[in-house]
């Protein structure tokens, strides 16, 4: 899980240089990362009596771990998070222009889909309150540029101010309960 986490991590770190490079044509090596992911988890896939975990200490005082659990429910939510990003990907190799002066922004759009991939990824197989929520708001930050992405048009810039407060609402929302739950059981 970590691999996969780091995998998509590195593309999106070298989505720019790819497509500066290759054009749109570099959507294809990045769609391999989340297809790669895909048979990682069909060939892993957990039964009712195995589940995979991660348990990484971080700040074990204030028990601020990231922990990740790949369960049958994770399972199935990662096929869907890890198949729709690489369709995606792959779509985007035939939808923008092959002339990179057409697209300006092309290198950090990439990047940015290669993220939110892998941060929804994060999402489905965190099994910590605080890992869950940092990558809902990586998921958050995403979105907003993603769907920004023409920020020259009007429209463009409305439907990702309007992305923004939603998942941003979604996110205070489950701040006040994740503090209420640990109230309550005091952790």
């Not at 054009?23 to 589940?51: E, K, Q």
């Not at 999402?123 to 869950?132: A, F, G, K, Y």
């Not at 809902?136 to 920020?151: C, D, I, K």
Request: charged content about 10%; glycine content about 6%; proline content about 3%.
């Amino acid at each position: 899980m970590l691999a996969i986490l780091l995998a998509h991590a590195v593309a999106a770190a070298m989505a720019p240089v790819l497509v500066h490079r290759w054009g749109r044509l570099a959507f294809y090596p990045l769609a391999a990362v989340p297809a790669a992911s895909l048979i990682w988890v069909g060939r892993n896939w957990p039964t009712h009596a195995t589940v995979s975990t991660v348990d990484l200490r971080w700040v074990p005082e204030l028990s601020m771990n990231v922990d990740l659990r790949f369960d049958a429910l994770s399972a199935i939510m990662a096929v869907l998070v890890l198949a729709v990003g690489a369709l995606v990907l792959f779509y985007c190799a035939e939808y923008f222009h092959l002339d990179e002066s057409a697209e300006p922004r092309l290198a950090s759009f990439a990047a940015q889909l290669v993220a939110f991939s892998g941060a929804m990824f994060g999402l489905v197989v965190s099994d910590n309150m605080l890992v869950l929520y940092v990558f809902w708001e990586l998921t958050t930050v995403l979105s907003f540029l993603l769907v920004g992405h023409y920020a020259e048009r009007a429209t463009s810039r409305k439907a990702a101010v309007q992305a923004l407060l939603v998942t941003t609402a979604g996110g205070l929302a489950m701040l006040v309960g994740i503090v209420m739950l640990g109230t309550i059981s005091g952790t």
